[in-house]
């Protein structure tokens, strides 16, 4: 086994751990604080600082990557997620509005930590005239890493069942700390370590087709996220009187779905890359949550509506999303690639901050239907963004 092979595993494995433990985090938060009385908008509050300091560490995570290394960035991350669940392991007393913000806001850092490390890491281990490699092994990754936030869903429900709020989190600490030290130790010392010390400055990207591309994935994401984070789980649980591993189950085969649908981008758009595939996957998406809307207003029934809608949504949102992180990764510089990454993925966040207040804000005044719309308008900002990439790859610098 090669030494790129062996790192890409060791980065895989990390990934999938974290992105575990976020999943099952996520539904746990929103099923516990549901459970308790919370509203869809004060839920939704409790994410805001996970995802606003995903934006900044998106943004700052890329020069220190650059700067440090990718292993060190990725082990930060890893032990910045330990200490966010250890303390929601508090007395129940003690879960206070703002301490489980605090603990969101650390979550918050340490994913976009990880994703950018694992992100950008796949990028230096595939030799730049291997495009097909490079978007194979973006699609497993991406893939596999959503495959297992679904398994994460599910998990949530089912400790929260099992184990208690406490003891879930307690349980997934414990594993986490585990796969941590492992990382230590296997992880490659000078990853992504730029030659060149990278200015502050650099952080802000100078590449057209780097910021339309941001530009674009930030509605994409904004798009799913405003149905998806709140307004879903909720709305399965009120409307259809699904209880709380069951709306957990559900989310996670929708969420495994995406993922597998995601390793297989490559075959399905044929390897074909660039503007003209991004153009037509994201106009085939603005259709589905419209639809959805539509049918919901039109009074046919709500089970067959929502979960057919969902069911085409995932696959058409999986699409998009694998290709754009293929895209990103090709678009990136060579040296210093973590830069562009991490510009690109606080364009991602940013994304799901905006999605993640609408999805409570507008589905507690307004319903679902009214947070379907505002999806659909938001891929077709994403589409019509897409209209300004390259029509081919950019030359890569360094």
Known sequence: MSAAIRQYLVITG?????????????????????QLGYSPLDIALLFIFYEFFGVVTNLVGGYLGARLGLNRTMNVGLFLQI?????????????SVPWVMAAQALSGIAKDLNKMSAKSGIKLLVPDGQQGTLYKWVAILTGSKNTLKGVGFFLGGVLLMAAGFTGAVVIMAVALTLVWLASLVLLKQELGKSKAKPKFTDILSKSRAINVLSAARMFLFGARDVWFVVA??????????LDFWQVGGFMASWIIGYGFVQTLAPRITGGREGRQPAVLWASGLAVIPAAIAL???????PEWVVYGGLLLFGVLFAINSSLHSYLIVSYARGDGVSLDVGFYYMSNAAGRLLGTLLSGWVYQAYGLEACLWISALLVA???????????RRPALAG
Do not use: K
Not at 83 to 95: D, E, G
């Open 232 to 241: 879903l789980p909720v709305y399965l649980h009120t409307a259809f009187g």
């Open 14 to 34: 990390n990934y999938w751990a974290f992105t575990l433990t976020d999943g099952a985090l996520r539904m746990l938060v929103v099923l516990h604080f549901h």
């Open 295 to 301: 049918g919901l207003g039109a009074g046919w029934s």
């Open 381 to 391: 900002a994403a589409a019509a963004l897409s209209l300004r990439l390259p029509v």
């Open 83 to 95: 200490l966010a669940l250890a303390m929601l392991a508090v007395p129940a007393a003690m879960l």
